[in-house]
């Protein structure tokens, strides 16, 4: 039985400790947040104690940590969790700079402990149906992936300030999704983003509209599509043409039902949000964490992985700056230079 602590017990972190609960070979057992009550009553509602991190930390019976905590915390914490000796799972991103992220990336390969980025859209049943429909052969060499992520309506600008920018904050799961689709990170990032949704957005210096082109060194090509708005729902569609044929995953509707008469066909509207449409793939992703801890296996999204996703989102924030196309060997060398 897996002992696990969370840290974070916001909206993100209850998701999760659903996640913990539902699975048979953990038990959350500490829950950790900068607001003590919450901290208490999640850690209430699941037969956990209220601790600090600190404390969590220095306890050797606990096993894993699950940091779904702010993203400015993200890489401290890995470095931390792991130096304890905890295998660990961090939502994404890994942190907002890619300097910072890549030192973390160093730190916790010297602890030897496993980490795993939270991208859960790749433990979507559907998304990963096509993988490995993909990954099987079925429709020969993938060519042009388009992904589709449209959030119904865009957060507080009080958030959006804080976020890091359309590219690292909302994008970078549609990075990571075509980073693992096509088995590794692209050459180069072209991007252009707007603000059309919400003045106030572009006032507080990011973008809500953005596309982005992604190219591989063998010409293979992925165009992501993001808006901050979708008045009918959250809007998450993958497709894939390959030489030999097309594969697609649809958006997940509210409900099966469909009326077609001579004035035409009706169906619901997709899922609202990212709860309702990602809860299976949540649990899946949690699921997947303890097999790999408990065989002592390679983690399904291990921590270099969310590094690139990371450079990915750094070459397209330079690109829609610039105007021009950044490769990704330019962002990863600044951010040596920088280290230097």
């Known amino acids: 039985m897996l002992k696990v ?84 799972l961090c939502e994404k991103p890994v942190d907002l700079s890619l300097d910072r992220a890549l030192a973390c990336l160093a730190s916790a390969e010297g602890t030897g402990k496993p980490v795993m980025v939270g991208f859960n859209r790749r433990f979507d049943p559907n998304f990963a149906g096509l993988k490995a429909a993909f990954d099987a052969g079925e429709i020969g060499k993938g060519e042009l992936l388009s992904v589709t992520s449209f959030d119904p309506a865009p957060p507080p600008v009080s958030y959006i300030k804080v976020s890091g920018g359309l590219f690292r904050d909302m994008m970078i799961h549609d990075f990571d999704m075509a980073c693992w689709i096509f088995g590794g990170a692209p050459e180069r990032v072209t991007a252009v983003g707007t603000s059309v949704v919400d003045p106030e957005i572009g006032g507080a210096g990011d973008v809500d509209t953005a596309v982005a082109t992604l190219t591989w060194a063998d010409g293979r090509v992925a165009v992501i599509k993001n808006s901050r708005r979708a008045v009918y729902g959250y809007d998450q569609r993958v497709e894939l043409l390959g030489s030999e044929g097309l594969l697609g995953a649809k958006n997940m509707l509210e409900s099966t039902v469909e009326k077609i008469t001579t004035a035409g066909t009706l169906s619901a509207k997709p899922e609202y949000f990212f709860l309702e449409r990602y809860a299976r793939a949540y649990a899946a992703e949690w699921r997947a964490f303890v097999a790999a801890v408990e065989a002592g296996s390679a983690m399904p999204v291990p921590l270099v992985e969310g590094v690139a996703a990371l450079a990915c989102a750094e070459a397209a924030t330079l690109s829609a700056k610039r105007g021009e196309t950044v490769a990704i060997a330019e962002v990863m060398a600044r951010e040596v230079s920088h280290a230097a």
């Open 5 to 88: 602590a969370l840290l974070g017990a916001g909206r993100i972190g209850q998701v999760h400790a659903r996640s913990i609960a539902a699975d048979g070979d953990s038990r959350l057992v500490a829950v950790a947040d900068v607001n003590a009550a919450a901290a208490e009553t999640l850690a209430a509602a699941n037969g956990a104690e209220a601790r600090s991190i600190d404390a969590i930390l220095a306890d050797p019976a606990i096993d894993a940590v699950l940091i779904a905590t702010s993203t400015d915390t993200h890489a401290d914490l890995i470095e931390r969790a792991t130096a304890a000796g905890k295998a660990v």
